[in-house]
């Protein structure tokens, strides 16, 4: 009894009683080629938040199972990922933190109050909250974002000492005035990297059979790493050129811990949680969609409000920090045959078992080589091609595309996305606040009636009728009053104004106000003003809103053709 | 030439060489009695704003020549009002100036900014601001600003010395433990102006003639203003009883001077002066197209901007404070009788009289009796109707009335304005992003189609027809998506997809993918999206897109009788 009641809310208790042996062999592979490619990028991503490596690592266990149990989609991988960690370390350095013991406290403390977010919208129901961002914004922001966290790399790359703190412009600035600090022995290594990356998941792999090429493919940066731990360890790259090494890495497991309570330390950091939350979420879900739309699986935002929200708890109680969906990493487990969140489980065991006995030999591992791998994995997320269908199907989104970009790039992660929803807004706004209103006439011989413009309609000259193609609200009931006005001041002979309501499925009070207005101002010039087509849930609030009484002698029809009859 | 082109821009040029001589008699009599109540009132405002009463006179002299000469409404009567009073008085206290100098030049700079920036949205022709806030949500602001207009004047009411800076709930809770401080004299006065001046408005005047009638229930607060001196002077009510009186005003006209330039200041109130613009902008827009409403004139929005930002230019340089278009002295100047814009021109005339003339006679003038004015005219901007009409029409508007109201109280008219702005928008989004979707079949015999719901309509099973009643836009685009999954994976004999557009107006870029997302789930799935009555506006932009190369074996008909015809 208890189960079932239960069963909505932890999904494994649906998939786990029913999984079949043949599922078993996907979800083991998958695993263990996901937890190739998380050991690395967990810890390169760690570097992107400014953190120390086996952060990326602990963040990568505990979340991964809880997810599992809770998770509504049955392939999306939880860790760490860019942005998350980009926003992580922005606000850490804003903070102006630099005590190593203090920096895991608080990216902790983010990951526990992120944890909280998520479960307090869940609470309210709020994972509509995905709704204030359209796509282009989103693209926009996610382009810029990939920017920024490659420029993340830069020091670590060319292995100079950069403050923190830089902007993007800064950054530029700095490298180019300190271009005779460029380690070159690092710089070798990093190009190295990145072109062994691109060559091992490209051209090398794509002649295989798919199958072999596939798994090849996906173990380019453990090959990487291998290779670039040996000639660090062989040729004694760190001490002889002083290429950046990972160091040592505490092994074991993380201490399961709960983070102090300091409420004054908490209200600080909330605000930048919540944004994390909110944009953690938002990267999570629409990765568990696109992967879900391809099985027709279901995701429920309310669900991954929950799951999402005790990965991060689980974090936080691990010593890691906020984490979220990746899409490249669910990518790979899905293509590698992830058939059930077993093998994010055996992924998280995996990394678990990496934690306890790999650590040393990761001693040698140069930093480049991590900062290699981010970017070749965000690289994938400039995306040219949303931008390219939106300048062709609609310039402003186009427009709101790339000012989000900008304002990422400019003013930073956290106000770059609030701006990017403002202009989404705005720009649905100022749309909708010059309705297109339609002149329409009758095709001769039916009972048809379309725009005048585009058809060769019959009118009548005592009669106007106006199709109104937008629901009426508050943002253009100024732009209605003008624009009815108008036509009626053009023209005298005009006694009767049928108002046809086929496209308007809203009317909201201050609309209602402005009907009432234009009803009284008609009045006095000699026309009555008539409604056709009025829909069922519009007509039925109209009536609760004593509107009716303010007709006078106008008329509700229920087609236009009815209202031509009529009144001709 | 020039004449005309420059008439567009200076209305003055249109309206002063037709000017007929039987129009004058009827511009006299309004700016005779809009000068009468105009003299006490814009000390009272001045007051309102913490600054001395001579900087409201001064503010209504230049500004109101100015809009005569470039405002597009004929009968308006620019000058300080509560609202601008209110927020310029909070900004100064914000700002902690206790300095008498430095009040006047930062009021002064406060109009050359809030003259600058409506300026500025007149060259970026931004006059559909206006949009952004629903009727609902003016209606909650008014009311609370008049609400906290008359708590600022608690104090001379009740002679009581009060810290500046206390919020709503503190003034009361000050008052109730200075209990013991008031001063019976100046709450006896005050009573008694507010009693007067309600029983000549209404009891005493109603039952003379209206024309009369009319006149003098205008000049009460003359009436009042009078009386109040002439006890104040006979019996020294300020030496015997220490009853506040206004004091010497220094006679003649404001000094004509340019506000200091002083960047970092103007930088620290630049974000208030923009939303007093707005603000003032928003208040005067509504009072000219009410006004214009009533004798079929045109107002225009872009004209205003101009005629405002030009009359708060004038107000700055002649050592006034920012002003905007009043409602009850409009509507005075209006029923008095104003033909044109001539009646402001005299209005202005008379003010600056009273500086040189009669600033002696007003030492005398008790503060009580400003106060009482002010209370007396703001009352009238409490409204109740409004809310009971939402209430009825539709709760969520209702909510959002309240809601504007109590956080215009809680944290103040910058805040509370901008809050408002956000209720307004997330209710649309959050209303539009689930938006109604009928399932539609055909009217036995007919070519009409209607909801199954609500009409006895026959349907086929291979075919689900659907019609969207809403334009698609990022913020409904997951809820389509989910929607129509669902509908189709609830009834596997469904082969053909209608989807009725006749109620959309507009597709994002956003939309537009899901609809591609939703057209190639469906595909896998078996079944084929067609699409029927999609309006030209957006025919022409999906033509654009590249979208019916997606479509695969998709049609798009021009009905839906079409599209079930060639189904079926």
């Not at 926009?140 to 830069?154: D, R």
């Not at 981010?374 to 790339?402: E, M, N, P």
Request: charged content about 15%; overall charge neutral.
């Amino acid at each position: 009894m208890l189960r079932q009641k239960l069963k909505p809310f932890i999904p494994i208790l649906e998939w786990l009683p029913s999984y079949k042996r043949a599922q078993f062999s996907g979800d083991l592979l998958a695993g263990i080629i996901v937890a190739i490619v998380l050991i690395p990028q967990s810890m390169a991503y760690a570097m992107v938040a400014g953190l120390p490596p086996q952060v990326g690592l602990y963040a990568s266990v505990l979340p991964l199972m809880l997810y599992s149990l809770f998770g509504s989609s049955r392939t999306m991988a939880v860790g760490p990922v860019g942005l998350m960690s980009l926003m992580t370390g922005s606000l850490l350095v804003e903070m102006g933190i630099t005590d190593p013991d203090q920096l895991l406290s608080i990216s902790a403390l983010l990951a526990l109050l992120s944890g909280l977010t998520l479960i307090t919208m869940r609470l309210l129901k709020l994972g509509s909250v995905i709704n204030f961002l359209s796509h282009p914004v989103i693209s926009g922001f996610t382009s810029a974002a990939a920017i920024l966290i490659m420029f993340s790399q830069l020091k670590h790359l060319l292995g100079i000492k950069m403050p923190s703190g830089l902007g993007l412009a800064e950054k530029i600035g700095f490298t180019l005035s300190n271009i005779d600090q460029i380690n070159t022995v690092t710089l070798l290594v990093a190009l190295f990297s990145i072109l062994l990356l691109i060559i091992i998941r490209g051209p090398l792999t794509s002649r295989l059979p798919p199958s072999i090429g596939g798994i090849l493919g996906k173990s380019a940066p453990l090959a990487v790493v291998i290779i670039s731990i040996l000639f660090a360890a062989i040729f004694q790259l760190s001490e002889n050129y002083q290429l950046a090494i990972v160091g040592a890495i505490p092994a074991g497991l993380p201490n399961l811990a709960i983070p102090e309570i300091d409420l004054p330390l908490w209200e600080k950091i909330l605000h930048g949680a919540i944004l994390i939350a909110v944009v953690g979420f938002l990267e999570s879900i629409s990765v568990a969609k696109a992967l879900a739309s391809r099985r027709r699986e279901k995701i429920d935002a309310n669900q991954e409000l929950l799951a999402l929200g005790t990965a991060n708890l689980g974090s936080a109680f691990s010593g890691g920090y906020p984490v979220a969906g990746g899409l490249g990493r669910s990518m790979i487990n899905f293509s590698s045959g992830a058939n059930t969140p077993l093998a994010g489980i055996i992924t998280a065991l995996l990394l678990g078992f990496a934690l306890i006995c790999l650590t040393p030999y990761l001693y040698y591992l140069p930093r480049a080589v991590l900062s290699a791998i981010i970017i070749v994995a965000v690289s994938g997320l400039i995306d040219f091609k949303t931008f390219k269908k939106a300048w062709q199907y609609d310039r402003s989104d186009a427009v709101s595309l790339l000012t989000t970009f900008f304002a990422v790039l400019i003013i930073g992660v956290e106000l770059g996305i609030l701006f990017g929803a403002i202009i989404s807004v705005s720009l649905y706004l100022h749309r909708s606040s010059q309705p297109h209103i339609a002149i329409v006439g009758r095709i001769a011989g039916s009972e048809h009636f379309r725009n005048i413009d585009r058809h060769d309609v019959e009118t009548h000259p005592h009669i106007l009728a106006l199709r109104i193609d937008e629901n009426l609200y508050f943002a253009n009931t100024n732009y209605l009053e003008d624009k009815i006005m108008e036509m009626i001041v053009d023209n005298s002979e005009i006694k009767e104004l049928i108002l046809i309501c086929s496209a308007i499925n809203f009317i909201d009070t201050s609309a209602l106000d402005s009907l009432e207005v234009i009803i009284e101002r008609l009045k006095n010039a000699g026309v009555t003003v008539h409604f056709a087509e009025v829909k069922g849930p519009v007509m039925d609030k109209l009536k609760k809103g004593n509107f009716l009484a303010h007709l006078g002698e106008g008329k509700i029809f229920l087609s236009t053709h009815d209202a031509f009859s009529v009144l001709e």
